[in-house]
């Protein structure tokens, strides 16, 4: 069973920082990217950002510039830095690894449970 855990949420006001983290064992051996995707209430999950297996990183406009995506390989470990939040960064977010060409078949494409991030006004 692979096991994708989120951790660090929890309620901000906004111009505020929190450190997501999603910790997966095996993540980096397996060669899986890593997503952060969030949900608002009432709203489809939308992306928010990635990394892959060499480090590249990528944003949804609506992040970018606030969030930093990061990961640590020894502890399988990836984190979002997220800075100057805003009230519509409220969300559930979750941790997916991502299949990509070169992962370990069937040892990627998993989500955590969640972790809330809520930033008052």
């Known amino acids: 069973q692979v096991q994708v855990v989120e951790s660090g949420g929890g309620s901000v006001q906004a111009g505020g920082s929190l450190r997501l983290s999603c910790i997966s064992p095996?993540?980096?051996?397996?060669?899986?990217?890593m997503d952060w995707y969030r949900q608002a209430a009432g709203k489809q999950r939308e992306w928010v950002s990635s990394?892959?297996?060499?480090?590249?990183?990528v944003y949804a406009d609506s992040v970018k510039g606030r969030f930093t995506i990061s990961k640590d390989k020894r502890k399988d470990t990836v984190y979002l830095q997220m800075n100057s939040l805003k009230p519509e960064d409220t969300a559930i977010y979750y941790c997916?690894?991502?299949?990509?060409?070169?992962?370990?078949?069937?040892?990627?494409?998993?989500w955590g449970q969640g972790t809330q991030v809520t930033v008052s006004s």
């Open positions: 095996g993540f980096t051996s397996n060669g899986c990217g």
């Open positions: 997916h690894t991502l299949q990509v060409p070169g992962s370990v078949q069937g040892l990627c494409g998993y």
């Open positions: 990394i892959s297996t060499d480090g590249n990183t």
